[in-house]
C-alpha cells in the first residue's frame, strides 16, 4: 500500500477521528495535528501499524506561537517510514503556563537528547524522561531562552554610547 | 557523590564479593588531547574498563537558532559553515537548497551539476580527516599527514571558487557567487589524477595491518536496530548494514542523474565504519568525475551558467550595481534584508558527510526565519556513545569517539 497523503488521512482519522486536525501537505510533506495527551498514542500507533512503520525519528523541536493563547508552545516530531521512503510531521500544541508533553523516549532512544534539548530552549515538561536537565546551556540557566519574549537586541537601537561601538 | 557513582548502570555485573564502589570515576575531556574537540565525558573505570560513560555536550554553544531569527537568509549561510566545519560546503548547499525549496527557485542543471563536485570534495575531506585521525588514534601517524596534502588541494580548489578555506560561505541562493575559474578546474583535474592513487595507498597502510585491525573490529559495535533507534544516519548507520543515504532515497541537487553504490557494513564496529568511509571516498570520486564530464558538455552560452536567474535573492555583480539601475536596487533591498520570503514550512535535508543534515526552517511571511531548526546528525547519534563504550577499555573507547566522526561545532550548533 503506498503510503499517499489520503491514505495517511483515513488511516489516522479511522483511528483518532476527530481528534486529528489541520491536515495540510505542504512541501510534500503530509503534515497533521493531534492533542497533546495523545501524542504517544499517536506514536505507537505509527510505529506498530504494519501498514505505516514510522520507526525513525527524524527530528524533534519546539515552535514558541505567543499570540496563540492556550497553546503557546508547539512540539514538531519529523518522522520516516525507511522501507517506502515516506516523512511526515506531527505537531502537539500545549499551553505555556503548563507545557507538559509525554516523553518519546521509550520508542525512540534518539528522543532523549532531542527532548533534552527542547527542554533546554523552549521549557517543555517532558513527562517520564529518565533525565530531564539542560543540555546545552549552563545548569544555573533560570529562562527558556529561544522562547519568543527574549528578542535579540534590535539592531537600530540608539540607547547605546556609539562611540564605543565606532558609530560616534 | 555525582548520580551515577551512587547508581552504577543495572546492566553491569559487579564481580561477586564486591562491596560499594570499587570504581573510579575519570573525566575524558573536556579538552583532552585524545577527544579532538571539546567533549566531556565522565567515566566511572573497573581499572582500564568502562562501567557507564556520561556526556556532557554545549561548551561550544553559539545559539545559531536563536541568532537565525533575526537575520535574512543571505546572512544564515556563514552559520551553517560552523556546524561541521570539516564539510562546510555541504552546510552551506543544504542551508540554499532549503531556501530554494521554500522560495521555489529552479535551478540550472550546471549549477547543481558544479554544486556536486563541491559537495563530493567536501565528503572525501571530511572523510579522510575522520579516517586518518582513527589511523592517529590507534598509534599509526603517517597515514594522516600523508592524506593532509591532498585535504589541502580540496581547500584550493574551494579557495579558487569562494576565497576562503574552512567556513566557506560558498554559493548563493540560486547557484555560485562566480563561475569556477579554469584554475579550479585545473585544480580538480590533478585531484582527480592524483587521489586514487593516494586514497589506495592510504587504504593500504591500514586496511589489513594486523595491529589495526585488532584495535578496531569488534569495538564500538551497534546492532541495525539500536542504531535506527538512537537515529543513527550516514556512514555510521550504513556500517551497521542500513543502505539509507539521502542521495539516494530523496534525491536533491540532480543526484539521481549520477550513478554509484552505498556501500554497507554489517557490524557497526570502529572497522567497518572506517571501510564504509573509505568505500564513500571511492563513490564520490565516481560521482565528481560524472559530473565533471556533464559539466563540460555544456557548450557556448549555457557553459558560462552559474546561477538561477532570481534577482530577488541573488546578489547582481558589482559592475552591474555601479553602473545599472536595477542591480543597485536588489543589492540595496537583498543587503538591508528587505525582501519578504514567502510564508510555510519547509524540512530539507542534504547526505551530510557524517549522516542526515536537515534544516527545518518555519517562515511566516516576513524577512527572517520565524524559526529554524537544524537537524545535527551528531548530535543525535552522540547519545548511544555510552552504550557503544560501556563495557571496553578506555582506549578502545578513544577510538570509537573518533570513529564516529563527532564534530564539537555541529553537535552544541
Redesign the interface.
Known sequence: MELTPEYLQNRLTEKFGDDLRSVET??G?F?FEVPAALNLKVLQFLYDDPELQF?????L?A??YPDQKGRELAV?Y?LHN?RK?V?I?MKIFVDILQPDVYTATAL???A???ER?TYD?YGINFVGHPNLKR???VEEMDYF??RKEY??ED?TRIDKDDEMFGRG | MSEIIQQPAHHVKLPEGSIGKQTTTLNLGPTHPATHGVFQNILEVDGERIVSAEQT??YI?R?F???A??RPLYQITPLTDRLNYCSSPINNMGWHMTCE??LGVQTPKRVDYLRIIIMELARIADHLICNSIVGVDSGAFSGFLYVMQYRELIYEIYEEICGSRLTTNIGRIGGFERNFTPAAFQKLDRFLAEYPGVLKEFIGLFERNRIFMERTIGGGGISAE?A????FTGPNLRATG?D?DVRV??PYCSYEDVEFDIPVGSTGDNYDRWQVRNEEMWQSLRIIQQAYDKVKAFTGAEAEVYHADVPEYYLPPKKDVYTKMEALIWHFKIIMGEIDMPA????H?VEGANG?L?F?L?SDGGRTP??L?F?RPC??????YSELTTGSMISDAVITMSSLNLIAGEM??
Open positions: 505542504t512541501y510533506m503534515s520507526r525513525f525519528l527524524t527530528d523541536c515552535v514558541h514538531v519529523h525507511l521512503n516523512r510531521r525512540f532512544s534518539s532523549n537528547w532531542q534539548e530552549f543540555i546545552l546551556n531562552p529561544l528578542p535579540l539592531q | 555536550v554545549g554553544h545559539a537558532e536563536k541568532i531569527e533575526r525549496k521554500l539500536r535506527l533507534n538512537y537515529g542500513v539509507y532515497t530523496s510555510g514550512e519547509v524540512y535535508s542526515e536537515g527545518y518555519i520565524y524559526r531548526h537537524r548530535f543525535i547519534y552522540y547519545q548511544a552544541d550548533a
